[in-house]
């Protein structure tokens, strides 16, 4: 692991330190990933500009949250809300300078109709590619979305669970396959 | 816990790690970026998993098919076309083996009067049967009422009875060496083509009794009994062709003396 993150401290001072550290340098390394994964979709400036505020809202809102993993999900979640906002703004001429549409409530408070219209899109095209699999692949997803654990699909399975996730693993890469140019759409890119 | 987090990516998207798992996935990224980059990928569609209105829609797609949604299913396997394809080369194959060897049998077991009618041998043929030396086993030609061993004398002109074994089914003709040295044939008659012998049972050897006169010249009289193939027609071949049909006959002799008048 390149920065690390022990916690074999003894005093509470060094404690406090280290996880200081441990935010500081997990929030580093974050940058650098959500950097890099958003010059691969935006142009160098939007993908400054969106880092930015990923990071903005990890130091002031998300302020407590120091485990590495955790904020690694949370610029995730954040990374992938603001991606679909700027491409939706983009994709609205002039509306890129007007006033945020995401944040400007309906009369009926749900959400925007063309996000409704492309998740519908995205859940046809991911079950008609679910359908498609066959066999253990089949098995194992409907497991998962019945809500069950690796290890307890292992368990129904009766087979060790580094097998399973073996399976998985391929059977993930299958459905990414079966989705082709599609699967950018289905993970959440924009509509080609 | 797995030794390479990437194998856990399956499970992000459909909240089924644990937390351990999702910890030791999420902390991977941070380290990798292409790891990093899928989970980007990932998230999207964790997103779209996490309605559970989505997630029973997916599961209705993935609910065990029916008796005949799996027939469908196996038929469009290109295993299942391919095993048909040689399922369907098998009968075919089996087919004409049939058709084949019912043909062969139906000639095989036509009764004589339907098979081609053999043609009489010419003398040429009947000299170089006499020609070639004894050969082959299986069949027998005796005179009844002489002991084996020594040559009978005979009376010129005396009627012989003839004893001839031999497996059928065979085509078969006795010729005699005269003391001049001319070959004749002795049964069928002359000019006819040799006689077909069936067995009644398979396996079963056919006893042919026949009446020869005897030489009416002094001397000592060569009976040979050729015995053929039932495909084999000797009178088709030339007579230069015999010698090489020869490993396929039997050649049985039997010589008698004709004392002198």
Known sequence: MGLGYSRSRTTMGELSRERTLTRDAALASLRLRILSAARRRLSPADAEDLTQEVLLLLTTKYAEVEDPAQLVALGLGILRKKQADLWRKSARRGEASAQDATEVPLAHGGPLPDTVAADRARLRLFAEAAARLEGRCREILRRKLEGLSFVEIAAELGRPVNTVYSWDFRCHQRLRTLLGDRWSFVAGGEER | ?261
């Open chain 2, 1 to 261: 816990m797995t030794g390479d987090p990437k194998q856990l990516l399956g499970g992000y998207a459909t909240d089924s790690l644990t937390d351990a798992e999702r910890q030791d996935l999420l902390r991977a990224a941070l380290d990798d970026q292409a790891l990093f980059d899928t989970l980007v990928e990932e998230e999207g569609l964790r997103e779209l998993l996490a309605d559970p209105e989505a997630r029973q829609h997916v599961l209705a797609q993935l609910e065990p098919p029916d008796g005949w949604e799996r027939f469908r299913a196996w038929l469009r396997r290109p295993a299942t076309v391919a095993d048909l394809l040689t399922v369907a080369a098998a009968l075919v194959v089996a087919v004409v083996a049939q058709q084949v060897y019912q043909a062969t049998r139906q000639a095989r077991d036509l009764p004589a009067a339907t098979r081609p009618a053999p043609r009489p041998l010419s003398q040429a043929h009947l000299d170089r049967l006499a020609a070639l030396p004894p050969s082959g086993s299986g069949a027998e030609l005796a005179l009844e009422g002489y002991p084996a061993g020594t040559p009978p004398r005979v009376s010129p002109g005396q009627t012989l009875a003839i004893r001839v074994t031999v497996k059928a089914p065979a085509r078969v003709l006795l010729l005699e060496l005269r003391p001049d040295g001319r070959v004749a044939q002795a049964w069928p008659a002359p000019g006819e083509a040799p006689v077909l012998l069936f067995a009644p049972q398979s396996a079963t050897p056919v006893v042919q009794r026949l009446s020869h006169v005897a030489s009416s010249l002094p001397g000592t009289c060569r009976l040979r009994l050729v015995v053929a193939p039932t495909d084999l027609d000797l009178a088709a071949a030339s007579p230069d062709d015999i010698e090489r049909a020869a490993p396929r006959l039997t050649l049985v002799d039997l010589t008698y003396e004709t004392e002198r008048p």
